[in-house]
């Protein structure tokens, strides 16, 4: 009996935290926050430019070479958005890659045009990085031979997306995240009901148990 008491209160004080949770992220700045999900925004972007954002989504990639990008996927594995850390974040950990995240921050429009690829040249060739290399494929930090030809088909395929928009640019987008945590609640919330559901059934044998024992010494009260 002890043990069914203590198992509800512990799904109950773990529903407590995760609203808690909920309560914090609703006040935790004096914007408006947009709650949304990886599909809702990749299916129309510009809604959603220099909108400050909560979006929920599964890592399916972090940068290895210093951790500065991931990208989080939501109920189609095929589509996922570049998420960047601030300051304050830092890097993003390898280890994230398969985790549920919550991300904050603001969705980042980066409108690209022959400009803006001709200034990218110089950079390269100068040895610059930019963040409109970073697509989804992750682009490349090395500078030998093979990565110097991919950078270039980069840049050609930069050159034929301009060609072939209508406004004479195209945009990448991108979260720039202010804040992010790893989703735990649900799967905490489903062990400890697991743990709970196993301990009321353990709880009913014990009874049935004595039960069984009790009719046993009546019986052979009766006998005798």
Not at 19 to 35: G, L, M
Not at 56 to 74: A, D, L, W
Not at 84 to 107: A, D, M, N, R
Request: hydrophobic share 30%.
């Amino acid at each position: 009996m002890i043990k069914k008491v203590l198992g509800i209160l512990a799904v109950a004080a773990i529903m407590v935290s995760c609203v808690n949770k909920e309560e914090k992220k609703e006040a935790c700045c004096d914007k408006e926050v947009t709650k949304v999900t990886v599909d809702q925004v990749m299916a129309d972007m510009q809604t959603f430019v220099d909108k400050d954002l909560v979006i929920v989504g599964t890592v399916n990639h972090v940068c290895s070479h210093g951790g500065k990008r991931m990208f989080i996927m939501g109920e189609d594995p095929d589509v996922a958005i570049k998420i960047t850390p601030s300051e304050e974040i830092g890097v993003f950990e390898k280890e994230l890659e398969g985790s549920h995240v919550i991300v904050k921050g603001i969705l980042t429009e980066l409108r690209i045009d022959e400009a803006y690829v001709a200034n990218l040249e110089k950079e390269i060739a100068e040895g610059s990085d930019s963040e409109a290399i970073h697509d989804h494929s992750g682009g490349t930090h090395d500078e030998t031979e093979e990565a110097k030809e991919e950078k270039k088909h980069q840049i050609e395929a930069m050159r034929t997306q301009i060609a072939e928009s209508e406004n004479g640019y195209y945009s990448q987008f991108w979260i720039e995240a202010s804040k992010f945590e790893v989703k735990e609640c649900d799967h905490e919330h489903e062990h400890v009901e697991g743990e709970e559901e196993h301990d009321h059934e353990h709880f009913e044998a014990e009874e049935h148990e004595h039960e069984h024992e009790h009719e046993h010494e009546e019986g052979e009260e009766h006998t005798h």
